[in-house]
């Protein structure tokens, strides 16, 4: 098939994918609160245009770069399910585990079927190290959500060893210069509560498209 072609075929689905996560991500937060939210990046006017946009873009580069329909679909699945954690735990500090499991099932498929050099060792390693990592912060007094250790397991299952340290080293910049933010503004401290579900969603995206390690 020529390249242009899965380029543009990349565009369009990103555009269809990124409307279908906005709008499961306001189902699935009505569905874990009884309050009603009004925020920017999910049920904003134009934000199911932003949401498109975002994933044709990605996608798209992605098909320019690399031309591979299986590595697509996989990072289809993995930016949907990261796009809908990230939201829904930004507006209501819940992780949900329907996107976790469409996740780790994207894994598995792949991996059973499509990889030849799948290395279970070292996925081992990245989730015990998932967990110990995970288990620090509460040492300090920091409050860590269990679907924030969840989330982190299925992140490093998928992106195994490099790639999951990796994603700390992005999640880490991220909650200090929130951390940072915080104390600056006066809105909190470091112990605050913050959500870790969007950090580690855009730690995983960026590793899964640009690994550096």
């Known amino acids: 098939m020529e390249e242009w072609i899965i380029v543009a075929i990349a565009f369009v689905a990103g555009l269809v994918i990124g409307i279908g996560a906005n709008v499961l991500t306001g189902i699935l937060i009505k569905r874990r609160s009884d309050k009603a939210y009004s925020v920017w990046y999910i049920n904003y006017r134009y934000s199911p245009i932003l949401w498109a946009v975002c994933f044709a873009v990605i ?24 796009a809908c954690i990230a939201a829904t735990d930004a507006c209501i500090r819940k992780v949900p585990n329907s996107m976790l499991a469409f996740m780790l099932l ?100 960026f590793t899964a498209v640009c690994p550096l390690i």
């Not at 329909?69 to 399910?81: C, D, H, P």
Request: proline content about 3%; charged content about 10%; aromatic content about 14%.
């Open 59 to 82: 996608l798209a580069v992605q098909a320019f770069l690399k031309n591979d329909i299986l590595w697509l679909i996989r990072l289809s699945v993995i930016l949907f399910a990261c």
């Open 106 to 205: 994207n894994t598995l498929v792949f991996t059973l079927f499509f990889s030849q050099s799948f290395d279970w060792i070292q996925t081992i390693v990245a989730v015990a190290g998932a967990i110990i990592v995970f288990q620090i912060p509460s040492l300090l007094g920091l409050k860590v959500g269990w679907g924030d250790v969840k989330f982190a397991v299925v992140v490093a299952f998928e992106l195994s060893v490099f790639g999951f340290l990796q994603t700390m080293v992005i999640v880490g910049i991220g909650f200090l210069v929130a951390a940072i933010y915080l104390k600056a503004t006066h809105k909190g401290n470091l112990k605050t509560p913050i959500p870790m579900g969007p950090f580690i969603a855009l730690g995983t995206v």
